[in-house]
Structure formats: C-alpha cells, structure tokens
C-alpha cells in the first residue's frame, strides 16, 4: 500500500490529498483516504509529500536514442537487444508505455518477441505496443534502410502484408501518405487504391489503421477513406472543420509529436531547452553539445531541412483546435529521428503542449487515459483506480501545478513492482 500520498485525478484534473493507493499482486485495489492504522500483513509505503499519477506513454517511438545523425561515425541501428534495453530506459524516464511506429525489423518475429517480453517483469521495461513494420511506398518516406517497412506495388499485395502483421501480433497498422512538400521536398506517394486496400483489410482484421499524413490535405484524404488517426500534427496549414469533422466521424486520435518540430525548427535551441530539463544529467554532455555546435547544426538542417516561420504557429493552432474541438489527443514524440533525444523529448513533450495551449490536465490525459483509449486499453490503464494494473509514477511535486513536475520522479511502478528511476536509467 502506498499511504498518506496525494493522489492526481487526471479525468477530474483534480489533486486528492492524504490518500492510500492499496496494490495487491499487478493491480490497484483501492484508492481511498489514507490508513491511520496499518492493514495487518500490508507492506507500507508512506509518501507522504508525494504525488501519484497514471504511468506515463509515449505513442510514437521508434525505440532509438536519437543521439547522432544517419551516417555519422559510428552509427548503427538498433538491434532487439537495444529495443529492451531502450525499454527499461524509458521506463527509468516515468514511461510506463510505448507504442511503437516501426523500427528496424529484420524479421516480424523480433517485434512478436519484445512484446512478449516486454509484458513480463525481468528486466523491467515499459509495457510495448505497436506496429511491426510500416507500410509505405518504393521511393517514399521512410522506404529506405535501416527501416524495414514494407513496399506493395498493388493493393492485393498491401492487403497480404496486413495480413503478415496481424499474424506477427500487431497492435495496429501504420502507414505512410506523405509528399514531403512542406518540407521543401517531393517524393513518392502511396496510391490511393493501395491506402484504401490497408484501410479496409486492417478494418477487417478488427486493427485500427493510423497514417503518417502531416500535411493538411493529405489527412484529410486518409480520414475520408477510414483512417482511424493521425501520427503527427498537421503542419502545413490551419486545419478546418471539414478536418474536425472527419476526425469526428471517424473517432480519430490525433498524436503531437511536437518535440519532432521542434527539433526541425531549432535544433540548438531545442538542445539548449532539453539540456536545461535533464537536470539529473542522464543524457551525455557530448550529444547536447553535438547539436549545439555550428558544424553539428549545419549537419542537422542539410540532413533535415528546415520549417517555416508560420509551421509552428500552425502546429501549435492546430492542437488547441482539435483539443478543443473534443478530439482524442495523444501525446507522442517521434524519438529515433535525430535530435528527438530518448526519454527527455518525451518530458519535454508535455512541457511543449502546455505551451502549445493545453492545460496541465489535458496534457497529463493525453499522456494517460487518451493513450489508454486510443489502444482500447482504458479499462486496463491511463487512471488511478481500482481494477486497472498498477502501472504508477511517484512524483516528488504535483505536475497539475507545473507540468515539469513530471521530471521530479521518485519511483516508477509497472505491475505493482516499485523501481527506482535511478538504477533503471543506470542500468542496475
């Protein structure tokens, strides 16, 4: 039993005081005013001056560090040891969960295997979600190694390799409609008969069909043929309402990625503001200084490119719209891209949608109960109640009051086991 803590409602957006969160087993028991006399044979933790809110998730994640640019010296992709130790990593940074939207597959098998894994106890690692591989088109975004994403030429052919996902256990399908045009750039885009194929055949699987489709109209056209969400922010222009209103039909989730953007539109600035939020020193010294520096910077926006002036603007419009609009907003941050540094960028992510517009309420449910949702899981996660599983972060300032407070953790708890933040980012 966890005695005598302040307990945050983020459903209410309401902090309770001087609670007692009773944990038998992987599951919450009860919540409830804190005990004065002590259950006979309960283990008692008193945290009194401390605050407990749901395990955090993190809804884009490649499962990466995001420390160096494709190509420099010594980089490599991530193998499935790495992707279990980035797990228990991101568990260590108050993450209790991670969806996953692809990475660097040799064999879908791998991808069976963490999550597997990742559901069990040893080593500890954040509970693991996600796509298996993408879905995208021959000389597109994201159609080159070390992704491992899959290339059809023919909708029977996108409709076999749903199938191959669903077979490898996925927990939904991600693909890719994306010209790169508000990015200075123009590639290759999926045919429409080819995203309607996915669209349909993950429908038929009972798997919910999310697109990679910043720019506006391009979302548009994935919600118009059934997409189930949007993996970015839209970023080229306002949306409008025929966007909310498609969003609506459809019951899409919209994820922020926000830290992805701000990398693009800033990197030593962004360096600068995560540098000054890691003030455990987890992250090494020499990466924030990489990208600080004018050669690394230069690196950055040739590899990279740069925004606009306005795309922030209309990011930051955007998610004010939608959540407002009353729209299922998740919170996700596209760690793996360069810059989009592990498990401070998905802190900082919640800091950016606060300053993007959101209360600290409606960001800590973007980062709880809206995740939870969007996985169909709100029954089993995203709140402190009774019946969930025991998925908790222990922090040592109430993130209602400031949401940096998400940074000040004391313990993470994943299926009842209490870990310290500490000896997971150390590996211990």
């Known amino acids: 039993m966890i005695n005598h803590v302040?307990?945050?409602?983020?459903?209410?957006?309401?902090?309770?005081?001087?609670?007692?969160?009773g944990i038998t087993g992987n599951r919450i028991t009860a919540v409830e005013p804190a005990q004065r006399v002590q259950p006979a044979g309960a283990d008692i933790v008193d945290a009194t001056g401390k605050f407990v809110v749901p395990g955090l998730a993190d809804m884009h994640h490649h499962l990466d560090t995001g420390f160096s640019m494709p190509g420099a010296p010594g980089s490599r992709p991530a193998g499935p040891g790495d992707f279990r130790h980035y797990l228990t990593q991101m568990l260590g940074w108050g993450f209790t969960t991670i969806f996953s939207t692809a990475?660097?597959?040799?064999?879908?098998?791998d991808f069976t295997d963490l999550r597997r894994a990742a559901?069990?106890?040893?080593?500890?690692?954040?509970?693991?979600?996600?796509?298996?591989?993408?879905?995208?088109?021959?000389g597109g975004h994201?159609?080159?190694?070390?992704?491992?994403?899959?290339?059809?030429?023919?909708?029977?052919?996108?409709?076999q390799q749903v199938h191959q996902l669903k077979a490898a256990g996925v927990d939904a399908?991600?693909?890719?409609?994306?010209?790169?045009?508000?990015?200075?750039?123009n590639v290759r885009v999926?045919?429409?008969?080819?995203?309607?194929a996915i669209i349909d055949e993950a429908h038929a699987l009972q798997l919910k069909a999310y697109a990679h489709a910043p720019r506006l109209q391009l979302a548009k056209e994935v919600l118009r043929a059934g997409g189930d969400g949007l993996v970015h922010s839209v970023v080229d222009a306002p949306v409008d309402d025929e966007f909310?209103?498609?969003?609506?039909?459809?019951?899409?989730?919209?994820?922020?990625?926000?830290?992805?953007?701000?990398?693009?539109?800033?990197?030593?600035?962004w360096m600068r503001r995560l540098e000054a939020l890691d003030y455990r020193g987890v992250v090494p010294k020499e990466v924030f200084a990489g990208y600080r520096s004018p050669e690394g910077a230069r690196r950055y926006y040739e590899v990279f490119g740069t925004m606009t002036r306005e795309q922030p603007l209309y990011l930051r419009n955007n998610l004010r719209k939608v959540a407002d609009a009353g729209l299922l907003v998740v919170a996700g941050t596209d760690t793996r891209v360069a810059g989009v540094l592990i498990g401070i960028s998905s802190q900082m992510e919640l800091v950016l949608l606060v300053e993007a517009g959101l209360t600290p309420a409606e960001t800590l449910r973007a980062a709880t109960i809206n995740a939870a949702r969007m996985l169909g899981r709100d029954t089993e996660q995203g709140t402190v109640e009774a019946g969930k599983l025991a998925d908790l972060v222990v922090l040592d300032a109430d993130p209602l009051l400031d949401i940096r407070n998400v940074t000040r953790l004391h313990r993470v708890i994943k299926d009842g086991v209490i870990s310290d933040p500490a000896e997971l980012l150390a590996g211990r």
Do not use: C
């Open 6 to 21: 302040a307990v945050v409602d983020v459903i209410e957006g309401v902090t309770k005081h001087d609670m007692a969160v």
């Open 190 to 196: 999926m045919r429409r008969d080819v995203m309607r």
């Open 103 to 109: 990475h660097t597959y040799a064999d879908l098998e």
């Open 244 to 269: 909310i209103g498609l969003m609506r039909k459809n019951r899409a989730s919209y994820t922020t990625t926000l830290s992805l953007f701000a990398a693009f539109t800033d990197i030593e600035a």
């Open 173 to 185: 399908v991600k693909f890719i409609v994306e010209d790169l045009t508000w990015h200075g750039r």
């Open 142 to 159: 994201a159609s080159e190694p070390p992704l491992a994403s899959f290339l059809p030429r023919t909708p029977e052919e996108a409709r």
């Open 119 to 138: 559901q069990g106890g040893e080593p500890p690692m954040a509970r693991y979600f996600g796509v298996g591989r993408a879905i995208t088109v021959e």
